[in-house]
């Protein structure tokens, strides 16, 4: 089968992981990627040997002795499906450049709104719903774990109501130009905007959202309270449903794993590229069961790789090479999730919980 | 009538906002306050012409040439009332001493473990609980928070379940020594001890709270979630509810408050005492009531003020020289609580949402 | 003789400083305060019996039902002196604006550039050069603390050159948008400003800048290196002069003052409005003498409060109402600068040092 | 040739480190790492391959099914060479241990004080020194990076004095319990032990420092003025000096390097093991030269990293298996120091400078 052939239009922070997620594909090929500008990730993309494609000013790469391989439109026509990793708001801003080029299906990337593509898209919670669509957009980095999360809880015991409480970094790491500096700035809407954006992918859910920004550049944190409609008669029942799907992963902190700190370090130290934590963090220890069988749980989430698995399935559903299940697999292995040591790490203990 | 003799246990960040609380009420005397050290907050207690007392070493302040009234025993033998403003932890290893002054009361502050007193002390809750008794414990920051709101909620609306998401801050504002730096470090267990302190002046409502800590120092935030027995029919109501409750201040990012930041900054600015907001914050437009009748808000928290008030009704609750209704009146009224200019600030804004 | 009649373009951080501290003085009286936009600030200037006049829109408060005296044109025609506390870069832009009140002198607050008025000013520097000039600019903070301490210096010791390390706070406690989160970011020019902007007050002196920030609201901190002509022979001798200059505050990390958090509490511990501590701040521990002769220390600056007393000064300076001495000591005065308890706090320390 | 067998003795953030060096040169080998605790940096080593040795308590590595290969001194055993990666302060308590093992040269990493070996390494400043002595001081980050700053500019110009401030992070990014937050906090003694530690290797440098901690984790940050005996009539001069030391590293705003945050993403970016920058960074836009030849640079510096190639050459100096130049070549080839591509980033900017 001929390989699917991609490309990146922005690359930065969001698209040199989905850059390398694809290159890790065997049924997926690179085209290349484009910047606006030819600062120090133009730099990187050449060091990776990705193609670099000039969107606005193919010059200043040259004055600069950067290598380009053509312009964004040249990139486009070569290609089968392009991802888009522009900045927040930005997407929209490219219809006419994707208008010129309407054979490649496009997929947008978190942070864009809702109607950027007719179809909104989380792998577990409607793959099938984009499959052979011309665009999608996979919802962004806190509503891509809660579909996650609430998918597994729903099919397990029936999710009558969620809340969630998000407190979310206030910038990514190599960022220091927006941000709240101690103090804490709450999200002034009621619900914030994550529970209208999961609705997007699991319109059926019940669901309110609160979320408020904390000076921190490492992880969001949420606190999330849910209303089973078939309770759990105890907490090892929703460990065992956390445990079967590869893209939660329990942490504790009797592992050392105490902050979100730790959880960074930890997937460096397993040698994930860019330190990476593909899986929607689960705390071991902050996880009950209410009397009234309601369930409380706390997550932690890697803003930067949340969406990287979710982008490369929708390729495959776009280009309808691959089901839900045999996409989903490809992704997990190709990115070794559901392989951290963590999950082997103390057997005796999980043992104990899940027999 | 005699004025109550109340003595401080401990001057330091919360030993001197109850001090000079004391000092405003005109049914009370300030005897003097102990401490440990000869630091700058000695020099601070002798400034404010507040007698010194020594817990341990008095030839350590002498040598120092801060002047000292005696020993703590002395202080307390003059005391009707002694308020314990040690540190967490210290209170209860203060029996011994207060065993020896059976005369005098003990009102211990927030941050003691529950069976540090037989009562817990919220004046909402449960002022007449204390009336007379030999000590009780003012609950803690959160909780003192919580109590307000659930009572004032479930006064007018029976609160069924209360589930509370707490991003505590991460150290006081002089305190430079232990923190979490660029991460969030949640409260490994489930429920957080809010919950279970909730219910020692709350008894009867079920609740449920998480917890986590962010690298800040100004306030702390929760997002809560309520189911209500009768809920209302539209957010005025709530905001009513809130609006007659002085311990309650609706705050809101049209006035330019969208952070704790500028809400620390009004109450330096309004000239309360220490820059202290004694209410706790509702913000206005993260509050709301979702299709199923349940409640979101959003809360902002002064981890330092917003106990004293519940201190000082406490004092007239074990003396009986009070009733709950005049006693909380008396405190507010001496404080200025429910006379911060924002809520007069945009009377039309009000009058839109009130009538 | 007539009060000088003082009016503030620009109501915000450093304008409600300087309306207070203008209050404070015998010989002004405050004509009121201009605002663009009708927020919390506008309501606090109410409260503080300022007559608010607006900038640009006075329908904009009249629909906030906020009462104002008038445009900041009827503020004008009424004040010998408009302090312009803009944001740092508005000042030239108000030009028009002043030359319609040809009356009026005019002083820029810190932040300004040099060019936007003839003269730039600090009291102990230059204040005679300002003596009834038509406009002058009033250095900013880092500048201000630097203009002290070298003189001060340069005076009793000679200072060959200064060579400045500057770490600044990344935003003001009430400003959550704009900073550096974990991260240090250098100045990326050499030298920075500061060496630039010391040298328009203290034109003589041989000084090279360099500056960072950190992610922090309180305070900024310099670390000092200072070659001196007639080296003094022990640190007693610069303590001596230190303490001889009221606007320098010796601060000791043996009175639990051992980082800018304590500080910014012992200014508000010490009832000083706002919290502000107009000093700069010297820390004794980290004041030495190299074997050379060089001396180091290291400084600590409330970058809100510092401009203060020299806008004050600059007043007297530009209506030549008082010579350099009496302005000094009546600003001094009425601040309450060189009054803090720290100073009297442990004599025998003082006394082994000074003696 | 034989090659060196080397142990870790204390496996965490520095330790983990050197290990991975050290499986890097061919004339080494890795006899294993030793911990106190069976935590999760235990089980990263297990999973680098890396034998690991229980410093006390061997049972509790069983109990958690880690397999370890004997006691701290079964490995000791095994090696001609233990590094001490303890904690600071810890390694002078290991002596009794390192008695047992007379065979055994010892290096002790950064952060140990001066006198916990004979002699205080920097392999540019003294590396002949240590040729076969039987334990060598590898000198801490912060002075490590200054060694080699101060060397090459003391061969090239000769440094009449230095006078640097240091800010220092406050703790690394995956230790979320020891800090200062919001809060600058200066080091109070003067000079700091960085100027005293500095003269172990480089006795006659005349030089002070100052320093103060920021809430970051990331890197220090030097301001560092010098006076020079023979000054360069140009930057040019200086950059060609540190452009011809690998271990130095001019960085640029103009690369978009404009905080210390993109500095670590550059490093993640390049492929280096755990984002470490084992190179001192310069930053070109901080570099000047004052009109009396005076000279003023900003440096960057990673804490975990710039220890390790030092490390590694103390290996070589002890067991005298190499000279100086041999080993600092090996060193850096296997590390790619001097490979980063910043370097040929933008090379008609350096031929204009260099030529």
Not at 118 to 140: C, L, M, T, W
Not at 162 to 185: C, E, G, Q, W, Y
Request: charged share 20%; net charge neutral; aromatic share 6%.
């Amino acid at each position: 089968m001929a390989k699917v052939k991609v490309s990146i239009n922005g690359y930065g922070n969001i698209g040199k992981r989905v850059a390398e997620a694809i290159k890790k594909q065997n049924d997926m090929e690179l085209v290349g990627a484009s910047k606006v500008n030819p600062d120090y990730h133009s730099h990187d993309a050449i060091k990776r040997e990705i193609p670099l494609y000039a969107i606005s000013n193919p010059d200043g790469f040259t004055e600069k002795n950067i290598e380009i391989s053509g312009t964004v439109d040249d990139m486009l026509k070569k290609s089968d499906v392009v991802i888009d990793c522009a900045p927040s708001g930005v997407g929209l801003m490219n219809a006419s450049l994707y208008a010129r080029h309407p054979h490649a299906k496009i997929i947008y990337q978190g942070g864009e709104a809702a109607n950027t593509a007719p179809i909104s898209f989380n792998a577990q919670a409607n793959y099938d719903d984009a499959v052979g669509k011309k665009s999608v957009r996979v919802v962004s980095c806190n509503t891509t774990a809660l579909s996650r999360v609430i998918k597994s809880l729903d099919d397990a015991f029936g999710v009558q109501k969620a809340r969630v409480a998000i407190v979310r970094r206030a910038a990514d790491p190599n960022d220091a130009s927006k941000f709240t500096l101690n103090a804490i700035t709450p999200t002034t809407v009621y619900p914030s905007h994550h529970a209208v954006d999961l609705n997007t992918v699991l319109p059926h859910i019940k669901i309110t959202t609160m979320s408020c920004v904390a000076p921190t550049t490492l992880m969001h944190c949420h606190m999330f309270f849910a209303t089973l409609r078939n309770p759990p008669s105890e907490v090892s029942n929703v460990f065992r449903v956390i445990g079967n799907n590869k893209r939660l992963l329990i942490i504790s902190a009797k592992h050392g794993l105490y902050s979100t700190g730790q959880i960074k370090d930890l997937a460096y130290e397993n040698g994930r590229q860019f330190g990476d934590l593909y899986e929607t963090g689960v705390w071991k220890e902050v996880l009950g069961i209410d009397a009234d069988g309601e369930l409380g749980m706390s997550l932690a989430i890697d803003q930067q790789a949340i969406t990287i698995p979710e982008t490369i399935d929708a390729i495959r559903a776009v280009t309808a090479t691959a089901d839900k299940e045999t996409s989903m697999e490809l992704t997990n292995t190709s990115l070794g999730i559901g392989e951290l040591d963590l999950k082997t790490y103390a057997p005796q203990i999980q043992k104990q919980k899940f027999v």
